[in-house]
T-cell receptor, first 115, second 113 residues
């Protein structure tokens, strides 16, 4: 069964450093998303991406964040200067698209720890 | 703006008994409703969805959910719980086809042998 793949599974970084989280969505999917889950809290939407541009973003997704689909298969989330409060599990998701509301498939997540 | 409420942080049920995990939602227009399950240190796995049609939706692992428009609810059910069903369950809503999901805070299900 096709799946969304995320790397690394765990990243530890120093405050102020840049991190890039990588995702390979399911190959024929059209919509891509990043969500995060702070430990013990609910899953929060960060950004959605369609047709090579951001289609929607939350207030969490400030100027420190950026997304890119550099080569038609990878989908990356960059945090420019990490803060302690960026520590969370980051999930990538993708959907096939279409008017009927296809379900999102999620990766296993990257646990980001900022020290 | 859309929102989801999962009123129970924790649900405990004995193995073999029926289980219900509650969810209510708020969204303008027709809702697109989903249930996901999260096992420890794992991603979110899709269980089932309601888009349109029959109010009773069947999904993976014997789970089902009932859409109730008048009560704006989408409760997750299973006739006979298994210990392996113990996990964190999330209800989610989106306002249209491919817009982002809005999640509830999650309900931890514990099935006791």
């Amino acid at each position: 069964e096709p799946e969304v793949t995320q790397t690394p599974s765990h990243q530890v970084t120093q405050m102020g450093q840049e991190v890039i989280l990588r995702c390979v969505p399911i190959s024929n999917h059209l919509y891509f998303y990043w969500y995060r889950q702070i430990l013990g809290q609910k899953v929060e939407f960060l950004v959605s991406f369609y047709n090579n541009e951001i289609s929607e973003k939350s207030e969490i997704f400030d100027d420190q964040f950026s997304v890119e689909r550099p080569d038609g298969s990878n989908f990356t989330l960059k945090i420019r200067s990490t803060k302690l409060e960026d520590s969370a599990m980051y999930f990538c998701a993708s959907t096939a698209g279409g008017p009927k509301g296809a379900e999102a498939f999620f990766g296993q997540g990257t646990r980001l720890t900022v020290v | 703006a859309q929102s989801v409420a999962q009123p129970e942080d924790q649900v405990n049920v004995a193995e073999g008994n029926p289980l219900t995990v509650k969810c209510t939602y708020s969204v303008s227009g027709n809702p697109y409703l989903f249930w996901y399950v999260q096992y420890p240190n794992r991603g979110l796995q899709f269980l089932l969805k309601y888009i349109t049609g029959d109010n009773l939706v069947k999904g993976s692992y014997g789970f089902e959910a009932e859409f109730n428009k008048s009560q704006t609810s989408f409760h997750l059910k299973k006739p006979s719980a298994l210990v392996s069903d113990s996990a964190l369950y999330f209800c989610a809503v989106r306002r249209s086809g491919n817009t982002p999901l809005v999640f509830g805070k999650g309900t931890r299900l514990s099935v006791i042998a």
